[in-house]
Each structure stands twice: as structure tokens, then as C-alpha cells.
């Protein structure tokens, strides 16, 4: 089944608990303010984007990319609507509830105890950094 992956640095997950929305413009490169001037005028929104796992894009190759971009990755088995296909890969959507994600995986040791005290029933799994995630898909 696929999988929808977000990877977040922790210090901007707290800041955006509970709800993660494209981030603030003024942050942002040059070029990235004018990528997302190009995504408002064509979608109608600036995207939180998401990595989707398939047969070609597994979910360790997901999660190891995600967590080139952050520390903590939060995985869902389906998105809200609206929500656009942005590339092969790669979808977006308005903004996202991270209570809706199915686990999460981090390799920041302060974000397990976080994670724990404001998801109580999410799976967490802790990954040392740099190193591929520890377990083995189903081939």
C-alpha cells in the first residue's frame, strides 16, 4: 500500500503543531518565493509537499530523503483534499493535520518525548542519523 511521507526539521514542527501549512514567504530564497508564486497562480495554493511510496520509489527511499530535508518524517496512508500531484512522486496539499498521520520517524532524540506527549498513540521510531532507516521492506 502507498504511503505518504512529510519530513520536517523538529525546531519548525513545534512552531506548527498541529496543523503544517506552506511556510512564511518573507523565509524564503528568492527562488523559492517565486516557486511558490508559480504554484499559487497554477493550483491555487502553496502546497506542504509529500513524498508517495511505490513499487519504483520505495518507502525507505521516501523516508531517506525526507529526512535529508528534516530531522522528523510523519507518515500517512492517505492525504485531504484538495490535493495536487506535483511530479511522479511528489504530491501537495493545502495543509496537514498531523493528528491524521499513521507513525512518524525521527533522529532527534527530543522529538521522541514531543512526539509521545502529543500523539499518544503514534507510533515513533527512533533512527540515528545517517544512517538508513532500520527496517526491511516486504519485496
Known sequence: MPMFFHGIPFVHLVKQFPVLQASNG?????DKRQDARRLIERIGFEPVHLLRSSPEYSIRRCLRECLQYGDTVFAFSTLPFPRVQLSPHEWG?????LHAADWAVTTDQRAIRWIREHFHSLPVLFCQAGKPPFFRERG
Open 93 to 97: 496539499v493545502r495543509c496537514l493535520q
Open 26 to 30: 518573507s523565509r524564503k530564497s528568492p
